[in-house]
């Protein structure tokens, strides 16, 4: 998000007379933020709050932008002490708790992000996005009946979002697989994600005992991933050939592979009735995949829902 100039937040918090070298700093850090510099920008915030002569107002700014800066370079735990610093100078700031909670998740501090997701409910309790939270942190802990709740009142809360691939996957975990079917076969003709929309749609099928929905396939290369996986659900390919091809190519790309080639082999094997052999798969799928991943959050819930 862009920051406004830095003229208008020093007259908002009643700053006059000549611009010391802390807010030169803070601008700087402001015009590196907001054009994705995040080295630079936490150079400039590190100078700016260094100075400790910025009113409260403009302190959180750095700090806050200067977290956001570590979160985008996968800085984990100091984004964390920033969060937790500009929290202590406005305890109420919703969109702190958020990426603060966010980043617990990612960091693998699933408890630490508790209080900051309630403290949300309380402080929101119309935002969407803090019960999708609080779901996630419930499946966690295995509790899998309070983590449909809290879907269902994420779901219902946002209705705007419904064309949305996250959408319909939370509609598939609370079990509205017609709306989620509903969803992914319109996903899979257009944008950025049809391919994992078609991937979705293939599974939703499968689990309304439909056949493999070939007229929607996308046109692309096959041979590119995820084109295996496709495949393998078009019973073009091995199981094995799958995972063949999830370790190969850039190295960078391959945890990202191994973790999709485990989920989507995996939920395949549990719509056609195969838990025994779905169970491994997604265990791993479930400690692999990395929180960003749009199968992160079903890995974790069919993980621990499989028996």
């Known amino acids: 998000m862009k920051k406004i100039a830095l003229a208008a937040l020093l007259l908002a ?38 100075a400790n002569d910025l009113v409260p107002d403009l302190k959180f700014i750095a700090l806050y932008d200067r977290a956001t800066s570590r979160t985008g370079l996968g800085q984990l735990d100091p984004a964390i002490a920033d969060y937790t610093s500009a929290l202590a100078l406005r305890p109420n700031e919703a969109q702190v708790l958020v990426d603060r909670s966010s980043v617990y998740f990612r960091s693998g501090k699933f408890e630490q ?15 969407a996005h803090a019960y999708g939270l609080r779901a996630l942190l419930n499946v966690r802990r295995g509790a899998l009946e309070q983590s ?8 219902k809360l946002a209705p705007e979002n419904i064309r949305n691939l996250s959408f319909g996957i939370v509609n598939w975990l609370v079990g509205e697989v ?5 969803i992914f076969s319109d996903l899979a003709g257009r944008g950025t994600n049809k391919t994992y929309a078609w991937l979705w749609y293939a599974l939703t099928q499968a689990r309304l005992g439909k056949d493999v929905p070939q007229h929607a396939l996308p046109d692309i290369d096959l041979a590119a991933w995820p084109g295996p996986i496709i495949k393998f659900f078009l ?36 719509q056609h009735h195969d838990q025994a052999a779905a169970k491994p798969l997604l265990d791993k ?23």
Request: net charge negative; hydrophobic share 40%.
């Open 13 to 50: 918090a009643g700053t006059a007379g000549t611009l010391a070298s802390s807010y030169d700093d803070l601008n700087a850090g402001i015009q590196h933020y907001n054009q994705g510099q995040w080295e630079a920008a936490i150079g400039a915030f590190d100078k700016a709050l260094a």
């Open 148 to 155: 449909r709740q809290d879907f269902k009142t994420s779901v």
């Open 235 to 270: 019973g073009k390919a091995p199981q094995d050939s799958v995972f063949a091809a999830a370790d190969r190519g850039e190295a960078s790309a391959r945890d990202g592979q191994i973790c999709e080639a485990n989920f989507y082999v995996g939920e395949w094997l549990v």
């Open 178 to 182: 017609d709306r989620a079917d509903d």
């Open 113 to 127: 992000a508790g209080p900051d997701i309630e403290r949300l409910i309380v402080l929101r309790p119309t935002f």
């Open 285 to 307: 799928a479930a400690a692999g995949c990395p929180t960003g991943f749009l199968e992160w959050m079903p890995a974790q819930f069919d993980s621990a829902a499989l028996k």
